[in-house]
């Protein structure tokens, strides 16, 4: 990867505009690599087509729940291959992720209209949603329900969110090169990590091969950063143990 897509470009006026979910899938498909593993798991390899037909599907849940520019995602729930679709989906909308930390704390603090948490952490998101201001509803997509008993007015199960979202995929949203990717804990505030720290980041001193992220207990910026660089370069990233 020569650098990233510019919508419009840098200028003396102008930060430029780009979408790093954009040159981690479409620009790969364009350049003919549909076909080829982007995202791989033990139980679960994904083509770069088939993954950007499941992030724009969860994009497009993201619109039809309001998620708009600028908006907090939070995305509590442990590395994996749904999560991954959940960070590139929100990137892909111009949202941004809030990961990292203590489960309440992140979706207090993000005050978002999305969570995406597996079944043992959903008792802190919804005392945390408790405390947040009804209005606009909170939503919850739930990965791994486990014994958690979906509430059918606040939850989603993966899969039929992955279903409703399909109806209307979401398209790319070209951001400002400033605009705030993801945000995760730093001492007693948040870092903000942009889309420009992030692209710029892409590909440096990596070297030739998949990608490996550690199935870790939650995203960092490193991770995102990780998975945007395999992604972008055109290369298998391996969700390990």
């Given at each position: 990867?020569?650098?990233?897509?510019?919508?419009?470009?840098?200028?003396?006026?102008?930060?430029?505009?780009?979408?790093?979910?954009?040159?981690?899938?479409?620009?790969q498909v364009v350049a003919g690599r549909a076909d080829e593993p982007a995202l791989r798991a033990a139980a679960d390899?994904?083509?770069?087509?088939?993954?950007?037909?499941?992030?724009?599907?969860?994009?497009?849940?993201?619109?039809?729940?309001?998620?708009?520019?600028?908006?907090?995602?939070?995305?509590?729930?442990?590395?994996?291959?749904?999560?991954?679709?959940?960070?590139?989906?929100?990137?892909?909308?111009?949202?941004?992720?809030?990961?990292?930390?203590?489960?309440?704390?992140?979706?207090?603090?993000s005050d978002a209209g999305l969570v995406v948490a597996d079944g043992p952490q959903m008792a802190d998101v919804v005392a945390a949603l408790e405390t947040l201001d009804p209005v606009?509803?909170?939503?919850?997509?739930?990965?791994?329900?486990?014994?958690?008993?979906?509430?059918?007015?606040?939850?989603?199960?993966?899969?039929?969110?992955?279903?409703?979202?399909?109806?209307?995929?979401?398209?790319?949203?070209?951001?400002?090169?400033?605009?705030?990717?993801?945000?995760?804990?730093?001492?007693?505030?948040?870092?903000?990590?942009?889309?420009?720290?992030?692209?710029?980041?892409?590909?440096?001193?990596?070297?030739?091969?998949?990608?490996?992220?550690?199935?870790?207990?939650?995203?960092?910026?490193?991770?995102?950063?990780?998975?945007?660089?395999?992604?972008?370069?055109?290369?298998?990233?391996?969700?390990?143990?």
């Amino acid at each position: 990867m020569s650098g990233p897509t510019w919508f419009t470009r840098p200028g003396e006026d102008t930060p430029g505009r780009l979408n790093l979910a954009y040159d981690a899938l479409d620009r790969q498909v364009v350049a003919g690599r549909a076909d080829e593993p982007a995202l791989r798991a033990a139980a679960d390899d994904l083509s770069y087509a088939v993954l950007l037909e499941r992030v724009a599907a969860f994009g497009g849940l993201l619109g039809a729940l309001g998620v708009r520019v600028g908006h907090a995602v939070a995305v509590p729930a442990a590395v994996s291959v749904e999560t991954a679709v959940a960070v590139l989906a929100a990137a892909r909308i111009g949202a941004t992720v809030w990961i990292g930390g203590e489960v309440a704390d992140v979706v207090r603090r993000s005050d978002a209209g999305l969570v995406v948490a597996d079944g043992p952490q959903m008792a802190d998101v919804v005392a945390a949603l408790e405390t947040l201001d009804p209005v606009p509803p909170r939503a919850v997509v739930v990965v791994r329900a486990g014994e958690w008993a979906i509430d059918e007015t606040r939850d989603v199960a993966w899969e039929p969110a992955l279903k409703a979202g399909a109806t209307d995929p979401a398209t790319v949203v070209p951001v400002d090169a400033g605009a705030p990717l993801v945000t995760t804990p730093a001492e007693d505030a948040y870092a903000v990590h942009t889309h420009a720290e992030l692209a710029a980041d892409a590909g440096a001193g990596v070297p030739d091969g998949p990608v490996e992220v550690p199935l870790a207990a939650t995203w960092t910026a490193a991770l995102v950063g990780d998975l945007l660089t395999g992604l972008q370069t055109g290369r298998s990233v391996v969700l390990r143990d």
